[in-house]
């Protein structure tokens, strides 16, 4: 029997890195992809600007998709939509750099995988500097090399997306919506392994506010718990992050701000020490493991003050948006071929 088939779905902004990966992926050894959809999820884009960037051994299996701009979910259900009848969808995202070896990794992964196997992960490899510490920006990307269930390189079984429906499209932004079909999928049945492959996930330019933008995934949190319950933390090994802080400190900043309009100073003062307290305490945690630098320092300090705001502001967003969301229930065809008694990860390769 011959190696499974598979298609490359690569979602993409028409990044300078998507060249970078594409290359790569025409470089790595073993069997290639019987297809590659790229979708554009620009505003208005045409897409045929990005076939400039495809290698000329990759343009005869290369297609461009619009994406419409709705998310990176909604473009990874438009590209494995549109890749045609393979077995296996891998999705990759456009600022990775698969290995040397990966088509033959690959390969053999997907070899491995049993008929329960509803997706098989990559070992996802972050490069930080040697020379000194990572900045706060740095160590969020590390985070992505332990990541369960990151769709940076994830391939899964056309079969099991079908019948999970795809990704959920009220993701908007590449934040949870990996972990959510990754627990529809093994709550159905099916399981998640591990595979060998190495896929390499640089970390891209940043400007100094990105952390403060990341507080947004506050609102898919809200959307996570509404749809798989308040575990679904433990089952899809998230760190929890520091939001009841968040509310700790902004709530001691409100009521500082409003003993002061009650002419009440001293309970203005007392508030507002606890939310200095707060805020300086919040700051420190993220300037001790990093490059403590100048420049690092005041960015810390300034989206220090910044952050909590903006956290506690998108969880209240995020309980109005889906206050009518309708819990996930497991379908009784959303599973594998034959019934199963559990739905551990399974490893796949050595």
């Known amino acids: 029997m011959g190696e499974p088939a598979y298609a490359v779905v690569i979602p993409t902004l028409g990044r300078p890195s ?16 019987r297809r590659i959809v790229l979708v554009d999820d620009r505003a208005g884009a045409a897409g045929a600007s990005l076939m400039a960037e495809v290698p000329e051994s990759l343009r005869p299996r290369t297609t461009v998709v619009p994406g419409g701009a709705r998310g990176p979910a909604a473009a990874r259900n438009t590209g494995w939509r549109a890749a045609g009848p393979v077995p296996w969808i891998v999705f990759l995202d456009d600022d990775v750099v698969p ?4 088509a033959a990794d690959l390969a053999r992964d997907l070899a491995a995988a049993t008929e329960r196997t509803a997706a098989v992960t990559a070992r996802i490899e972050v490069p930080l500097p040697e020379d000194r510490r990572p900045t706060d920006w740095e160590r969020n990307t590390a985070g992505l090399a332990t990541a369960r269930w990151i769709t940076a390189d ?15 499209e009220r993701f908007r932004r590449a934040f949870r919506e990996d972990a959510d079909l990754a627990l529809r999928v093994t709550a159905a049945g099916w399981s ?10 640089p970390v891209r330019p940043a400007d100094r506010w990105v952390s403060v933008r990341l507080q947004a995934g506050n609102a898919d949190d809200v959307l996570m718990t509404r749809l798989h319950g308040r575990g679904w933390w433990h089952r899809a090994d998230a760190p929890r992050g520091r939001l009841p802080g968040h ?3 902004t709530g001691a ?16 003062a007392v508030c507002g020490a606890l939310w200095l307290a707060g805020t300086a305490e919040f700051a420190l945690a993220r300037i001790r493991p990093g490059p403590r630098t100048r420049d690092e320092v005041v960015t810390m300090a300034l989206t220090g003050v910044a952050i909590p705001p903006t956290a506690v502001w998108h969880w209240l ?5 889906h206050r009518g969301t309708v819990p996930f229930t497991p379908s009784a065809t959303a599973g594998p071929p034959r019934p199963l008694r559990d739905a551990e990860p399974e490893q796949v390769g050595s």
């Open 317 to 321: 967003r995020g309980q109005i948006i």
């Open 192 to 201: 998640v392994a591990e595979g060998s492959r190495i896929t390499t996930h």
């Open 18 to 33: 998507l060249g970078v990966c594409l290359r790569a992926l025409a470089a790595a050894e073993g069997p290639p992809p």
């Open 154 to 168: 994830m391939a899964y079984r056309r079969t099991a997306l079908e019948a999970a429906g795809g990704f959920d």
């Open 99 to 102: 290995g040397r070896t990966w």
């Open 247 to 249: 509310f700790a400190v």
């Open 253 to 268: 900043a409100v009521t500082a701000l409003s003993c002061a309009a009650l002419r009440r100073p001293r309970a203005a």
